[in-house]
């Protein structure tokens, strides 16, 4: 379920075309009333050798319970998928279901937010990138961050234990990109709770 504000969480489930059936692992934040992009977070095919971790972008319209999101494979390669948030009451499960495409591939795809528990820690986090006080010369300036991002207690083989991506809203130092995106891995151990990102 969503609270007012926000809705962040590991969402596991899979894609299929005429072709074959693929395993998806989200880490995916969508917001309520917010600007480009509502929904954003990381995905990562632990069926490759290394993990490789694609960004999610995209948008979120709670009115209609509706997401747009574009999964980046590589620079200009995209995959797209359009679902609608769904909510089993008996299973007290939230799925988004609905299609997707790459190129000349589409299908149907269904991911489940995996239930509030102790196995991970997902959430909005809000704070500022403040530049290291050495480039104080070249007036470099504290940009607003948000993050999505998932502290895995014990991941799936393949799965890094922290998954999710941030951006920066005031991205005015580069030409012709008001949002700069990246993604976010990393180590957690859940006993210390001591993390590297």
């Not at 997902?122 to 104080?136: F, N, Y």
């Not at 948000?146 to 234990?161: A, E, Q, T, V």
Request: aromatic share 12%; with cysteine.
């Amino acid at each position: 379920m969503m609270n007012q504000q926000f809705s962040c969480s590991i969402w596991t489930g899979y894609l299929m075309d005429d072709q074959k059936k693929e395993e998806l692992f989200w880490n995916l934040t969508l917001l309520n009333n917010s600007p480009y992009p509502s929904a954003f977070g990381a995905s990562v095919n632990s069926k490759e050798e290394e993990a490789h971790i694609r960004m999610l972008q995209g948008e979120w319209f709670s009115s209609e319970k509706k997401v747009n999101i574009k999964e980046i494979v590589s620079h200009g390669d995209t995959r797209e998928f359009v679902g609608w948030l769904q909510f089993d009451e008996s299973n007290q499960l939230s799925f988004i279901t609905g299609s997707w495409n790459h190129g000349n591939r589409n299908g149907k795809f269904l991911i489940c937010r995996e239930k509030e528990c102790d196995q991970h820690i997902s959430g909005l986090w809000i704070g500022q990138a403040e530049p290291d006080p050495q480039l104080a010369d070249f007036l470099i300036p504290t940009n607003p961050i948000r993050w999505s991002l998932s502290f895995i207690n014990d991941p799936p083989k393949g799965i890094p234990s922290i998954l999710g991506s941030g951006y920066f809203d005031d991205s005015a130092d580069v030409p012709n990109q008001t949002h700069l995106h990246f993604t976010l891995q990393g180590k957690w151990n859940y006993k210390t709770k001591q993390f590297q990102l």
